[in-house]
């Protein structure tokens, strides 16, 4: 079952704009992480979070994790037209070993 | 890299028929692989966990019987979606699990399955 809920569903923004994606949780997590899937592709592996961190950056990447609050955001800076997607949040829970629950995903669509 | 092969990337079938899609891990060995369906606009759905040289461990309200999981070896695994129909028709898609500090899955590109 789906543990995640993203927000929002859709995002359309002009390039140069900065995206926020949002995803909570229900479960006591062990890491998350984000994906990013083109249409009709397979999931590209973002960034990894870790329980114990609240920050982490990768190129114009921004995740934040808040585990009081069981939600994560993920920032994209700078949009490209090229980071049209959907975008998936999936939870490692603590008690689950490795496996991923995904979130519902967020739409971006980014305007040339 | 790891890098996670399925073949075929799309299939056609009637129904009635059945359909085998692989998923291969080229690069690494995966002791664990992950099978997920996605439905049009939806998430990802995981469907089954295959383990190298036992049974697959199936969510719950996924029919095993209807799709069989065969993990032969540590890079290939195989769903067969058993007397197909028209609801089955969906993205399939697989991972591998790369062991490490944070057992990492790798997906696969994803099989499109439509069944007339």
């Known amino acids: 079952s789906q543990q995640g809920e993203e927000d929002p569903q859709a995002l359309s923004i002009q390039e140069g704009e900065n995206a926020t994606m949002n995803c909570s949780y229900k479960?006591?997590?062990?890491?998350l992480q984000w994906y990013r899937q083109n249409s009709g592709r397979g999931l590209v592996h973002l960034i990894l979070?870790?329980?114990?961190?609240r920050e982490k950056h990768s190129g114009r990447l921004r995740v934040t994790l808040d585990t009081s609050k069981k939600s994560s955001s993920l920032l994209i800076t700078a949009s490209r037209a090229a980071d049209t997607a959907s975008y998936f949040c999936?939870?490692?829970?603590?008690?689950?070993?490795?496996?991923?629950?995904f979130g519902e995903g967020t739409q971006l669509t980014v305007n040339p | 890299g790891a890098v996670v092969s399925q073949h075929p990337s799309w299939v056609i079938c009637k129904s009635g028929t059945s359909v085998k899609i692989e998923c291969r891990s080229l690069?690494?060995?995966?002791?664990?692989m992950f099978w997920y369906r996605q439905f049009p606009k939806q998430s990802l759905m995981l469907m089954a966990t295959?383990?190298?040289?036992?049974?697959?461990?199936?969510e719950q309200g996924v029919e095993k019987d209807k799709f069989l999981i065969n993990h032969a070896s540590l890079t290939l695994s195989t769903l067969t979606v058993t007397s197909a129909h028209p609801e089955d028709s969906s993205f399939y898609i697989c991972?591998?699990?790369?062991?490490?500090?944070?057992?990492?899955?790798?997906f696969g590109p994803g099989t499109r399955l439509t069944v007339l």
């Open positions: 999936a939870t490692v829970e603590e008690t689950s070993g490795s496996r991923l629950t």
């Open positions: 479960t006591s997590i062990n890491n």
């Open positions: 979070i870790r329980s114990n961190e």
């Open positions: 690069d690494f060995q995966a002791t664990t």
């Open positions: 295959s383990n190298e040289g036992s049974k697959a461990t199936y």
């Open positions: 991972s591998g699990e790369k062991t490490g500090a944070y057992n990492e899955q790798f």
